[in-house]
């Protein structure tokens, strides 16, 4: 399989659009442009190119607003979107219809509430005929929707899942952490027979607590105190100086625990 997988940003430093290789297990979300040069972005517009181009030869990304002169002459302006829709397809022959409607997942072109897949007029595909005037980002006004409803099925960069693992009885809790900044601070896995590991720029650490306690290892970890976890962090055997492992131990400690505390509670307060 040959696909340009290709996502698009605004840059932090002059807000400016770059494109390339979308990185966002990062201290900062960023793009790489080429092998030697990057750019910080605005997780919030992030867009991945569709694999289409309009009639001027102009890549198609999530999020541009693309205009076509239909039938009638009149133009209509279309959103870029992702999404997962259900549609009633016409059955292959010698089959009965029996209205049974397929789930379509991909791009669509959003009209008002309508999510339109690409036609084909003349073996043209209507992107060919569509030429890309602007984005919800720079050009809202150009938008007689609702805006909030152009970022319906946005990607999210941070949220709180679980899931079972292989081994019978433990629960794994997956925590993508931000800072204040809403910048990407640190990937945590939790299990629930005492288990934390960490990625994050602030070190990369394990440890597995034997005895979480009878209310489980998120409640252990809301309860602990920087200091304490900090010194556990040291508890790990690294080639290099016992100093330089608890530096490293404490800092990450102060940074991450009090993030990773919130996160916790917000996720139970939701479970109750």
């Known amino acids: 399989m040959n696909r340009n997988i290709v996502f698009r940003a605004k840059a932090i430093e002059d807000g400016h659009w770059v494109s390339g290789e979308l990185h966002t297990m990062a201290f900062?979300?960023?793009?790489?442009?080429?092998?030697?040069?990057?750019?910080d972005i605005d997780p919030t517009t992030i867009g991945q190119f569709t694999g289409w181009r309009d009639k001027n030869d102009k890549p198609i990304f999530e999020g541009d607003i693309v205009s076509l002169v239909i039938p009638d002459g009149s133009t209509r302006l279309?959103?870029?979107?992702w999404g997962n829709k259900l549609r009633n397809l016409k059955p292959l022959p010698g089959f009965e219809d029996d209205g049974t409607p397929v789930e379509v997942t991909g791009w669509?072109?959003?009209w008002g509430g309508n999510y339109l897949l690409p036609s084909y007029i003349g073996h043209v595909p209507d992107y060919k005929r569509m030429t890309v005037v602007g984005n919800i980002y720079d050009n809202k006004e150009m938008l007689d929707d609702d805006y909030e409803a152009c970022l319906e099925g946005k990607r999210e960069l941070t949220g709180n899942t679980?899931?079972?693992?292989?081994?019978?009885?433990v629960k794994v809790f997956m925590y993508d952490l931000k800072d204040e900044r809403g910048e990407?601070?640190?990937?945590?896995?939790?299990?629930?027979?005492?288990?934390?590991?960490?990625?994050?720029?602030?070190?990369?650490?394990?440890?597995?607590?034997?005895?979480?306690?009878?209310?489980g290892i998120r409640k252990f970890m809301v309860g602990i105190s920087p200091d304490y976890?900090?010194?556990?962090?040291?508890?790990?055997?690294?080639?290099?100086?016992?100093?330089?492992?608890?530096?490293a131990a404490r800092r990450h400690a102060k940074f991450i625990l009090p993030v990773l505390q919130q996160a916790i509670r917000e996720q139970l307060e939701k479970e109750d």
């Open 28 to 39: 900062r979300p960023h793009i790489h442009l080429n092998s030697l040069e990057k750019a």
């Open 78 to 81: 279309f959103v870029v979107t």
């Open 108 to 110: 669509f072109f959003r």
């Open 162 to 169: 679980c899931c079972l693992s292989n081994k019978p009885g």
């Open 184 to 215: 990407w601070l640190a990937r945590v896995i939790l299990t629930s027979d005492g288990l934390y590991m960490a990625y994050s720029e602030y070190g990369n650490f394990y440890h597995v607590f034997n005895a979480p306690g009878k209310d």
């Open 229 to 247: 976890f900090g010194g556990k962090l040291c508890e790990v055997e690294w080639f290099t100086s016992a100093k330089k492992v608890e530096m």
